[in-house]
């Protein structure tokens, strides 16, 4: 009897071993760094005005960022709700054409900001938020008479959005929401004037309270063959 209590007692005495789950690694991802001061203005800007426009060619981090900071609002209970939406202008066809619901329809279409998202949050957070209506992406075609409260609001791609959609856009915003408004006018599929260039019209002849962080060519962080061929298109003026 002697040997076996000692022997309990030593198994009670070794220190107990904590494992950091990859899930729990997922939920608590370090703060984002800016990696230009282009984008660290990006991030002040997000962090002091409910309204941000974001400008700039491919491969800068405006999504990226803007994906990340809806990820960390949402696992930090700062907002109630996400809702990422974009024009579906480049196809040149209607949702309708497409199989599956709307949110089906429209998923590939905003796929480099729920990615982000999911790499963020891990995929089980990012489909829980899902189904729990914490992440909604919203058409276009089913926007009006919508009111956004309370939630971070991502336009992607808004370059293509006329100035009648964009309009219909930032009048659906309520109170307690962030907006992030993200495009490049230089990419604008339509034949007509864009959303985008209206609005920063209105933004700077109105001298409205709302940041434009403008990125450059020599923002380009993705790789190096992105910026060559960014800057090989600019030069050549396709």
Known sequence: MKRRRARLELVEDRPIRVHRTRFEEERNPPP???MTARQAEY???LGSHPQVIVLGPAGTGK???AGT???DLLRQRRVAKVVITRPNVPSGRSLGFFPGSLEEKIAPWVAPLTETMKERM???AFEIAVKAG???VVPFEVMRGRTFKNCLVILDEAQNTTPAEIKMF???IGDDTQVIINGDVSQTDLRETSGLRTVIHLVKSRMMPIPIVEFGLDDI???GICAEWVRAFEEARV
């Open 43 to 45: 991030l002040e800007a």
């Open 63 to 65: 999504t990226y960022i």
């Open 134 to 136: 914490e992440i909604e």
């Open 122 to 124: 891990g995929d089980g």
């Open 221 to 223: 962080v993705r790789s």
């Open 69 to 71: 900071r809806a990820a």
């Open 170 to 172: 930032l009048t659906r």
């Open 32 to 34: 984002i760094q800016p």
